[in-house]
């Protein structure tokens, strides 16, 4: 793996870590001021269905569509006929999104029926999630606007100051909630206005980081052309396929709302699966299309498989361990970022319930966000889109049939069958198009870190069991901190030399991530 890309990936997923830390705080300050209630369920409802619109018009659909294109014609037409696609692709963004949006809010005391149907028998509860929702919804337009000009960045590897900006919706809604929830009689409605607040903020920081780079774009009337009608085939299967894999998720708030408080747990545990995957999934999708784009284009189909099966294995590398440790420590850290104020140990323990099986759900999403550019630069977003079918089909089916025997804990179950169906499916169809092919090497690794993270469970098992219990007993928060923090130095003593010893993780590549 080159070193610039790789200090691509560690610039992004540092500045994405530090927004998840904010996200946790947020959490952790709501969580202690209002607990699990009527509140949080329909605050985080509605910012659930706004972080699926983003996941949909913004982020994956914008990146899947737009940076193959846009890198194209940067490549063989030069800077000007880049500028002309954006600018016409910002027009009609934006027009089809405030129309969205517009129809969203009218129609929510309609909608919000079949968004959180568990909540009918509640009319209260229900209007206050209607009131909530149609609040937040002003994020989603500022947001597809935020996640085009951060796609037009990551095109050109500006990708410190679209990170950056990235943080600005979370640093609103933390002050709001330190400031204002508290003394609010709707806190539900002062966090979604938050939200939208901080939407703007974003927007408004990346128009002038676009400005600087030298491509600042002009508001006008779009025009219709082969290269906007290119990205328009690009963008229809690519919204259907990102609004698969997101309902994917919100599949599970749907069930949940028929169990009380479930919708909470489900949100706070997918806080802690979500914190590792996010880290490492922006990183691969902001840094790894651009790159595969460059080299696709440039005939380098060699360097390209390559470059796939090294990040393929570095990110097998860095969430498996991941995945045994926070199903291992599920309790620990539910209890660490989450127990105090209103939240009790009943919720904890269900929360980790959770958290314990949806963690093996990281590897697969993660490896899914490095095959995905396979098909992307070579501008194929139809694939993606029948593989995400498949497994929303999996994942509404099996979750449906699993909680009606064993309860909530069936939707976590789904949800990781689902995500390593995906990955099986795509990797079947690249390599029967012969854009995939993982050699021996890679395979080696692969065994390499799978022993290693199995040395490095039982080592943590083993001490949680025998050691653990000696060193508690120095206040209630010290030991929280002490039942994670002791347990994961355990980890990374022992997963780091037996991968390197093994062969799993790359030496070469450890001086450099050290030094970033």
């Given at each position: 793996?080159?070193?610039?890309l790789?200090?691509?990936?560690?610039?992004?997923?540092?500045?994405?870590?530090?927004?998840?830390?904010?996200?946790?705080?947020?959490?952790?300050?709501?969580?202690?001021?209002?607990?699990?209630?009527?509140?949080?369920?329909?605050?985080?409802?509605?910012?659930?269905?706004?972080?699926?619109?983003?996941?949909?018009?913004?982020?994956?659909?914008?990146?899947?569509?737009?940076?193959?294109?846009?890198?194209?014609?940067?490549?063989?037409?030069?800077?000007?006929?880049?500028?002309?696609?954006?600018?016409?692709?910002?027009?009609?963004?934006?027009?089809?999104?405030?129309?969205?949006?517009?129809?969203?809010?009218?129609?929510?005391?309609?909608?919000?029926?079949?968004?959180?149907?568990?909540?009918?028998?509640?009319?209260?509860?229900?209007?206050?999630?209607?009131?909530?929702?149609?609040?937040?919804?002003?994020?989603?337009?500022?947001?597809?606007?935020?996640?085009?000009?951060?796609?037009?960045?990551?095109?050109?590897?500006?990708?410190?100051?679209?990170?950056?900006?990235?943080?600005?919706?979370?640093?609103?809604?933390?002050?709001?909630?330190?400031?204002?929830?508290?003394?609010?009689?709707?806190?539900?409605?002062?966090?979604?206005?938050?939200l939208?607040?901080?939407?703007?903020?974003?927007?408004?920081?990346?128009?002038?980081?676009?400005?600087?780079?030298?491509?600042?774009?002009?508001?006008?009337?779009?025009?219709?052309?082969?290269?906007?009608?290119?990205?328009?085939k690009?963008?229809?299967?690519?919204?259907?396929?990102?609004?698969?894999?997101?309902?994917?998720?919100?599949?599970g708030?749907?069930?949940?709302?028929?169990?009380?408080?479930?919708?909470?747990y489900?949100?706070?545990?997918?806080?802690?699966?979500?914190?590792?995957?996010?880290?490492?999934?922006?990183?691969?999708?902001?840094?790894?299309?651009?790159?595969?784009?460059?080299?696709?284009?440039?005939?380098?189909?060699?360097?390209?498989?390559?470059?796939?099966?090294?990040?393929?294995?570095?990110?097998?590398?860095?969430?498996?361990?991941?995945?045994?440790?926070?199903s291992?420590?599920?309790?620990?850290?539910?209890?660490?970022?989450?127990?105090?104020?209103?939240?009790?140990l009943?919720?904890?323990?269900?929360?980790?319930?959770?958290?314990?099986?949806?963690?093996?759900?990281?590897?697969?999403?993660?490896?899914?966000?490095?095959?995905?550019?396979?098909?992307?630069?070579?501008?194929?977003?139809?694939?993606?889109?029948?593989?995400a079918?498949?497994s929303?089909?999996?994942?509404?089916?099996?979750?449906?049939?699993?909680?009606?025997?064993?309860?909530?804990?069936?939707?976590?179950?789904?949800?990781?069958?689902?995500?390593?169906?995906?990955?099986?499916?795509?990797?079947?169809?690249?390599?029967?198009?012969?854009?995939?092919?993982?050699?021996?090497?890679?395979?080696r690794?692969?065994?390499?870190?799978?022993?290693?993270?199995?040395?490095?469970?039982?080592?943590?098992?083993?001490?949680?069991?025998?050691?653990?219990?000696?060193?508690?007993?120095w206040?209630?928060?010290?030991?929280r901190?002490?039942?994670?923090?002791?347990?994961?130095?355990?980890?990374?003593?022992?997963?780091?030399?037996?991968?390197?010893?093994?062969?799993?993780?790359?030496?070469?590549?450890?001086p450099?991530?050290?030094?970033?």
């Amino acid at each position: 793996m080159a070193h610039s890309l790789l200090r691509s990936f560690v610039t992004v997923g540092s500045l994405t870590g530090s927004s998840r830390v904010l996200g946790f705080i947020r959490d952790v300050v709501i969580a202690s001021t209002l607990g699990v209630s009527g509140a949080t369920d329909a605050f985080y409802a509605a910012f659930r269905f706004t972080t699926l619109f983003r996941s949909v018009i913004g982020e994956g659909s914008l990146n899947a569509a737009f940076v193959p294109i846009f890198g194209r014609l940067l490549i063989d037409r030069g800077k000007d006929s880049a500028v002309a696609l954006a600018e016409d692709a910002q027009g009609y963004l934006s027009a089809a999104t405030l129309v969205l949006v517009a129809v969203l809010i009218a129609t929510m005391p309609w909608l919000i029926q079949f968004l959180t149907p568990g909540f009918r028998s509640d009319p209260q509860q229900l209007a206050l999630t209607c009131v909530t929702l149609q609040v937040a919804l002003v994020y989603v337009f500022f947001m597809s606007l935020s996640a085009f000009r951060t796609a037009m960045l990551n095109s050109l590897q500006r990708f410190f100051l679209a990170g950056a900006a990235a943080l600005a919706p979370n640093l609103v809604i933390v002050a709001s909630a330190l400031l204002l929830v508290g003394q609010a009689q709707a806190p539900s409605l002062v966090l979604a206005g938050a939200l939208s607040l901080g939407g703007v903020v974003q927007f408004g920081l990346l128009m002038l980081g676009t400005r600087a780079a030298g491509y600042g774009l002009r508001l006008r009337r779009p025009r219709r052309g082969p290269d906007v009608a290119r990205f328009g085939k690009l963008l229809a299967p690519v919204l259907v396929w990102g609004l698969i894999i997101q309902t994917n998720v919100f599949v599970g708030t749907i069930l949940g709302s028929f169990f009380d408080g479930a919708v909470t747990y489900l949100y706070y545990a997918e806080r802690i699966w979500q914190l590792p995957t996010s880290i490492l999934v922006s990183s691969v999708a902001a840094v790894f299309l651009p790159h595969m784009v460059r080299e696709l284009k440039s005939g380098n189909e060699a360097a390209a498989l390559v470059t796939q099966n090294e990040v393929l294995t570095a990110i097998f590398a860095a969430t498996l361990p991941c995945s045994v440790l926070i199903s291992l420590l599920a309790d620990p850290l539910v209890r660490l970022f989450f127990l105090r104020g209103s939240f009790t140990l009943a919720d904890a323990a269900a929360t980790a319930d959770v958290v314990r099986i949806v963690a093996w759900a990281i590897p697969a999403v993660a490896m899914t966000t490095v095959l995905r550019p396979g098909f992307l630069a070579r501008e194929d977003t139809v694939t993606p889109m029948k593989v995400a079918l498949v497994s929303l089909i999996m994942n509404a089916g099996l979750a449906t049939l699993l909680v009606n025997v064993i309860g909530i804990i069936g939707i976590p179950i789904a949800i990781v069958v689902s995500m390593w169906v995906n990955v099986v499916l795509s990797v079947t169809a690249l390599a029967m198009r012969r854009h995939y092919r993982m050699d021996r090497a890679t395979a080696r690794r692969f065994c390499a870190v799978t022993a290693a993270a199995l040395c490095m469970g039982s080592a943590v098992f083993g001490f949680e069991r025998l050691f653990a219990p000696l060193l508690l007993g120095w206040g209630p928060f010290v030991d929280r901190c002490a039942e994670v923090v002791l347990p994961g130095l355990v980890a990374l003593v022992v997963y780091l030399p037996v991968a390197l010893l093994l062969g799993g993780i790359d030496r070469r590549l450890l001086p450099s991530v050290l030094r970033r």
